[in-house]
């Protein structure tokens, strides 16, 4: 891997960076030996990370990202007026939730922010994360979270198994940490409409996404972030 310094380079007052290119594809979290390197891969960051503080990038504010989201999409042309109702109840009933889940700041460490699978590539067990537009200081839990998918308890034991372990090869993880995973999950949910809707007039986005100016798109949403609030009054799953 090329050093930072032999990657950055300067044109006309602009930075860019070059790295070579290598051909890859998504991890399968079904995959044992790609669950291990991919908890080898974000304890390698985390141990870095750890080290000490962003200067210049955001604090993961579970409350004041609720409230910003909640705004943006209440002041949306896309809900219709039941919807908008439903919508206004039910996402601040998950704000005191989140509110009432807040992270301890001593928690937070550099994190790379976003880890889904379109974030992630590699070939067999070798993974590289890519995307770094997102990072901020967070809890480790947030670059784990969207890697445990399992929807029965042996499998969800066994990704959390493997990733643990991997991770655990470059620095240790705080177990308690796993009563966020579906806090985390929630927010992303709040947060991911609201991007919707504040980025529709860029061109592209439209072409993207048009099922955001279908009513079916924001019922179906109403009805995840119920269950999501629910999820929330239940015991942490992956404390169990």
Not at 48 to 62: A, C, E, V
Not at 74 to 85: A, M
Not at 150 to 173: I, K, V
Request: include cysteine; charged fraction near 25%; hydrophobic fraction near 40%.
């Amino acid at each position: 891997m090329p050093r930072a310094s032999a990657c950055i380079h300067h044109f006309e007052g602009f930075r860019f960076a070059l790295f070579p290119q290598l051909s890859g594809q998504a991890p399968e979290l079904d995959n044992p030996s790609h669950l291990f390197a991919l908890g080898d891969l974000v304890g390698q960051l985390h141990a870095i990370g750890d080290q000490r503080p962003f200067k210049h990038r955001q604090w993961l504010d579970m409350t004041r990202m609720v409230e910003e989201s909640r705004e943006q999409v209440l002041t949306s042309p896309w809900l219709s007026r039941q919807q908008r109702q439903a919508y206004e109840r039910i996402s601040a009933t998950l704000g005191e939730q989140l509110k009432a889940r807040a992270f301890p700041a001593e928690s937070l460490i550099r994190t790379h922010g976003d880890c889904h699978l379109g974030n992630i590539l590699g070939r067999d067990e070798h993974f590289a994360l890519v995307d770094f537009d997102d990072c901020l200081m967070a809890p480790a839990v947030q670059d784990l979270w969207m890697m445990l998918t399992a929807q029965h308890d042996q499998e969800a034991q066994m990704q959390l198994s493997e990733l643990l372990e991997g991770y655990e090869q470059h620095r240790d993880f705080p177990r308690g940490e796993l009563a966020w995973v579906e806090p985390l999950r929630s927010l992303r949910l709040i947060r991911y409409a609201a991007w919707l809707v504040t980025r529709w007039s860029d061109p592209a986005f439209p072409r993207a996404f048009p099922w955001v100016a279908d009513e079916g798109y924001w019922d179906q949403h109403l009805r995840t972030l119920e269950h999501q609030r629910q999820i929330l009054d239940d015991k942490p799953r992956w404390l169990a």
